[in-house]
Nanobody, 118 residues
Framework: QVQLQESGPGLVKPSQTLSLTCTVS??????????WAWIRQPPGRGLEWMGS???????YYSPSLKSRTSISRDTSKNQFTLQLTSVTPEDTAVYYC??????????WGQGTQVTVSS
């Protein structure tokens, strides 16, 4: 059973960089055809895909966030990370990491609340 766990600070100041790590267990992030995604849900709004890193290491980003988003991985730790720069209060959300395959996302982390506030 694949398990994902998000970690990182729950409070970030405006203009700073938000950094989150997703630790994966029960499966390798380099296994073929898996995509590892960051998805967020602002309060009162729907889920928003932010970007993904593929099993190959290729990255894909939401056009609306591309200029501020970076996703990387540490295969030795079986982790992938999100960096979101120049945050504003509009970036306040529950952030999830998830495993994506051809037919959708099948495993999710529990989510972590991130609040952007001074």
């Amino acid at each position: 059973q694949v398990q994902l766990q998000e970690s990182g600070p729950g409070l970030v100041k405006p203009s700073q960089t938000l950094s989150l790590t997703c630790t994966v267990s029960g499966g390798s992030i380099t296994t073929n055809y898996n995509y590892w995604a960051w998805i967020r849900q602002p309060p009162g709004r729907g889920l928003e895909w932010m970007g993904s890193i593929a099993y190959s290491g290729s990255t894909y980003y939401s056009p609306s966030l591309k200029s501020r988003t970076s996703i990387s991985r540490d295969t030795s730790k079986n982790q992938f990370t999100l960096q979101l720069t120049s945050v504003t209060p509009e970036d306040t959300a529950v952030y999830y990491c998830a495993r994506g395959r051809e037919d959708g996302y099948d495993f999710w982390g529990q989510g972590t609340q991130v609040t952007v506030s001074s």
